[in-house]
T-cell receptor, first 116, second 113 residues
Framework: GAVVSQHPSWVICKSGTSVKIECRSLDFQATTMFWYRQFPKQSLMLMATSNEGSKATYEQGVEKDKFLINHASLTLSTLTVTSAHPEDSSFYIC????????????FGEGSRLTVL | QQQVKQSPQSLIVQKGGISIINCAYENTAFDYFPWYQQFPGKGPALLIAIRPDVSEKKEGRFTISFNKSAKQFSLHIMDSQPGDSATYFCAAGGGGGADGLTFGKGTHLIIQP
């Protein structure tokens, strides 16, 4: 089946630094990818929609200057958390729809960010 | 985002019993209703999904019941096993899911041996 891969799976950084998370669709092309954030024991909250070849669409309340999204190719989207703070510590999960086949949404394994 | 309401928040079921989780949605434009299973530290994995043209879908021990007029859908896990212990999320979206999903708050399911 379709696979979405995220890297790194976990990262620890110092406050004030920037962290980049990659999301790849391994066996299908994705013109759209979605980035979610999940705090402990909470649900997934959509942060933004990444669009290949155009600007990302951010959900209300998500700072676009802090969470930079780049959809570099049909198989890669990156999320950069800039000037990270401890409150940015969370589980970041990307997903991509497999439009060619079923349109189902496939999720990556997630990236756990801890900001010290 | 339109809200998706999920209940119960937590559920304890004896091994072999039936686990039932319910969800309700608001947006009538939604046309894709998946259920995801998530284990600690892992991303959510698609369990089963239904589209509004059918009222029920069964895959193995997992069944989705869908009531379009009531805007409700539910997950039934038959013969629940300890390995089913996880957090379950319902979700709803448009474009067959390709437009993104709105998630329920999740149900923490524990199957007691």
């Amino acid at each position: 089946g379709a696979v979405v891969s995220q890297h790194p799976s976990w990262v620890i950084c110092k406050s004030g630094t920037s962290v980049k998370i990659e999301c790849r669709s391994l066996d299908f092309q994705a013109t759209t990818m979605f980035w979610y954030r999940q705090f402990p024991k909470q649900s997934l909250m959509l942060m933004a929609t990444s669009n290949e070849g155009s600007k990302a669409t951010y959900e209300q309340g998500v700072e676009k200057d802090k969470f930079l999204i780049n959809h570099a190719s049909l198989t890669l989207s990156t999320l950069t958390v800039t000037s990270a703070h401890p409150e940015d510590s969370s589980f970041y999960i990307c997903s991509a729809p497999n439009r060619v086949n079923t349109g189902e949404l496939f999720f990556g394994e997630g990236s756990r960010l801890t900001v010290l | 985002q339109q809200q998706v309401k999920q209940s119960p928040q937590s559920l304890i079921v004896q091994k072999g019993g039936i686990s039932i989780i319910n969800c309700a949605y608001e947006n009538t434009a939604f046309d894709y209703f998946p259920w995801y299973q998530q284990f600690p530290g892992k991303g959510p994995a698609l369990l089963i999904a239904i589209r509004p043209d059918v009222s029920e879908k069964k895959e193995g021990r997992f069944t989705i019941s869908f009531n379009k007029s009531a805007k409700q859908f539910s997950l039934h896990i038959m013969d629940s096993q300890p390995g089913d212990s996880a957090t379950y999320f319902c979700a709803a979206g448009g474009g067959g899911g390709a437009d993104g999903l709105t998630f329920g708050k999740g149900t923490h399911l524990i199957i007691q041996p």
